[in-house]
């Protein structure tokens, strides 16, 4: 048997209205953000893999995954959210609609003249960061970019080489956001892009969950196509942006016919799991170091946005270790035959790690979770894989080497 330590809750928070949240991943508005992204001659359509000899191994009606290692070629999702971000921004700042600006028009010496000169401040574990440099050079402008200690060289360099200054410091990521953050605001010019909220601080926040909204709308409309209603849907969650983007888009794509949902987190910074434990409504954050593989969701503090979304609307939240994640990636790169091979980094794997956990454990509380939840013979799956291999190195000291194999 199996043995991690894994936790879940139902969410049982008392109902609130969540109605203006919501309204941020309205599918009618996401769609003009998806017309916004395809101006840009580096988007498209990223691959909804249907893992059907793994669904059937594991005793379910279908599997699909998104694959998010093709996006923009920086190998993950992010850059959805960033350059809508700066294009709101730049919108804002020039008076004119974010709906008359596309590609072209952002990237012209007229526009460079109009809105003068800035400098876009990030934290980030890697992927943010790369994205947000690159997003800034494609319209002339700076970045600097700041990284939570123990971040590997490798994401350093690679938002280096997309034209950002980028340091890594001593401190945890919310402590680094706050750095950041202070650093911005005395900088002529400056302007933090990130993805999670706080009071005073939800408008650029908000810009990226909607261009984030574009995957889950991809998502959706492929299934269609497919003829597939998602049952359940698997969704990770560090600041939660992603998580709640992903949320909104499908409860209001779906409307009653949502599908059951799960929030995965690592278990040293699950401050998702530990709000919805609390059971009130109201935040609980984690502070300390953080160590995690899923460096993308080592975040202790959620996105005040997108907790306003999940609280009302997903089902469950998950809390799991390293391992799990490990053997998501393993299980996705190396796949049943006849099933597509997905590269998936280490938090871009955490659902997909989680969902073979639930689908084949003896473990009582894993059977007691499936009953809940439904999940059976006829149960469709949606998993997003939000990162390719973005530490090329430490992927394969786990798929080839078995790092963190799996505890007996």
Not at 124 to 132: F, I
Not at 318 to 333: F, N, Q
Request: hydrophobic residues 40%; aromatic residues 10%; glycine residues 12%.
């Amino acid at each position: 048997m199996l043995m991690y330590n894994t936790r879940w809750i139902k969410n049982n928070i008392p109902a609130s209205d969540c109605a203006k949240s919501l309204s941020l991943m309205d599918v009618g508005t996401i769609r003009k953000v998806r017309e916004f992204h395809r101006s840009f001659p580096q988007y498209s359509v990223t691959p909804l893999v249907a893992l059907g000899n793994l669904a059937g191994a594991l005793g379910v009606g279908g599997i699909y995954v998104k694959d998010e290692s093709y996006r923009f070629g920086l190998n993950s999702f992010k850059a959805l959210g960033c350059t809508f971000a700066l294009a709101s921004f730049i919108a804002q700042t020039i008076g004119c609609s974010v709906w008359d600006l596309d590609y072209g028009t952002l990237t012209s010496p007229d526009m460079k003249s109009r809105l003068g000169e800035y400098t876009f401040f990030a934290t980030t574990d890697g992927n943010h960061g790369r994205a947000l440099a690159w997003a800034a050079s494609q319209i002339g402008q700076k970045s600097v970019i700041y990284m939570p200690k123990g971040c590997p060289l490798v994401r350093l360099e690679n938002i280096r080489r997309e034209g950002a200054e980028a340091y890594i410091t001593d401190s945890n990521y919310d402590d680094t956001i706050r750095f950041t953050a202070e650093l911005a605001d005395k900088t002529p010019g400056g302007v933090i892009v990130q993805d999670t909220a706080w009071e005073g601080y939800e408008d650029i926040p908000g810009w990226i969950m909607q261009g984030y909204g574009v995957m889950a709308l991809e998502a959706c409309d492929q299934l269609r196509e497919m003829g597939v209603m998602p049952t359940h849907m698997l969704i990770q969650a560090g600041v939660g942006a992603f998580a709640g983007s992903a949320q909104g888009l499908v409860s209001n794509y779906y409307g009653a016919d949502s599908p059951v949902t799960f929030v995965v987190e690592p278990i040293v910074a699950d401050c998702h799991y530990r709000s919805a434990q609390k059971g009130d409504g109201s935040i609980v954050n984690v502070g300390g170091d953080m160590d995690t593989i899923m460096a993308g969701l080592a975040c202790g503090e959620p996105n005040i946005l997108s907790w306003d979304i999940l609280k009302n609307k997903s089902s469950y939240f998950v809390s799991i270790e390293d391992e799990i994640a490990a053997r998501g990636m393993r299980v996705l790169g190396a796949p049943l035959r006849g099933d597509p091979r997905v590269i998936s980094g280490e938090s871009g794997a955490s659902s997909m790690g989680f969902l073979t956990e639930l689908l084949t454990s003896g473990d009582s509380s894993m059977a007691e979770l499936r009953e809940q939840a439904g999940i059976g013979k006829d149960s469709r799956i949606l998993v997003f894989s939000t990162e390719g291999d973005t530490d090329p190195e430490n992927y394969r000291r786990i798929v080839w080497d078995g790092k963190l194999g799996v505890k007996i």
